[in-house]
């Protein structure tokens, strides 16, 4: 099945910066990228995600690149504000028909500091 | 914060007892979803449905049973066998077709065994 490898576990810029995810995926056939965002004590959110027929997704301060032929993508946020300090979770699926079994990175707490 | 849901928010419970999370979602999304969070491990998958009275063992489904009988409900029976039962316990749903795939989580129940 899917490993979904997440880095760093924690990371912590001063605001403004930016800030960069990276995960591994193991299964070639997943083709769905997404990336989660869980504040504190709330429920995750979709934030972005990248199917495998494209390199590259923007969508305003919060990009996503792939490598399909390493096998990892990344999730890269500019200019970062206090709100976006959060966990931060990749994950990887297969989407065909009737099927969507999604696994998850181990997560990436962010903190941005003022 | 509508669209899924999962009762109750805070659950206590004594050791050897079987326990029944509810998760209801009214968006008419066929697949549906139990992750189990832990701190450093982030959401490891527990069982997934696609459809009614369908459902698939996720990476970590022993000592866990769930049920199917409508398509908006999807209930996660903890029993007795699961070695290790605290933890915080998300409940998600999500279309299987289309063009966006995007995972929709519950507020989460956080059970305590004792």
């Known amino acids: 099945g899917e490993n979904v490898e997440q880095h760093p576990s924690t990371l912590s810029v001063q605001e403004g910066d930016s800030a960069v995810i990276k995960c591994t995926y193991s299964?070639?056939?997943?083709?769905?990228f997404p990336w989660y965002k869980q504040e504190l004590g709330k429920r995750p959110q979709l934030i972005i995600d990248?199917?495998?027929?494209?390199g590259e997704k923007k969508d305003q301060r919060i990009a996503v690149t792939l490598n399909k032929t390493a096998k990892h993508f990344s999730l890269h946020i500019t200019e970062t504000q206090p709100e976006d300090s959060a966990v931060y979770f990749c994950?990887?699926?297969?989407?065909?028909?009737?099927?969507?079994?999604?696994?998850f990175g181990a997560g990436t707490r962010l903190t941005v500091k003022p | 914060d509508g669209g899924i849901t999962q009762s109750p928010k805070y659950l206590f419970r004594k050791e050897g007892q079987n326990v029944t999370l509810s998760c209801e979602q009214n968006?008419?999304?066929?697949?549906m979803y139990w992750y189990r969070q832990d701190p450093g491990q982030g959401l490891r998958l527990i069982y997934y449905?696609?459809?009614?009275?369908?459902?698939q063992k996720g990476d970590i489904a022993e000592g866990y049973s769930v049920s199917r009988e409508k398509k908006e409900s999807f209930p996660l029976t903890v029993t007795s066998a699961q070695k290790n039962p605290t933890a915080f316990y998300l409940c998600?749903?999500?279309?299987?077709?289309?063009?966006?795939?995007?995972?929709?989580f519950g507020p989460g129940t956080r059970l305590t065994v004792t």
């Open positions: 968006l008419n999304h066929d697949a």
């Open positions: 299964d070639s056939a997943s083709n769905y």
């Open positions: 998600a749903s999500s279309i299987i077709k289309g063009r966006s795939y995007e995972q929709y």
């Open positions: 449905s696609q459809i009614v009275n369908d459902f």
């Open positions: 990248i199917r495998s027929n494209v």
């Open positions: 994950a990887a699926s297969t989407i065909f028909y009737n099927n969507n079994d999604m696994r």
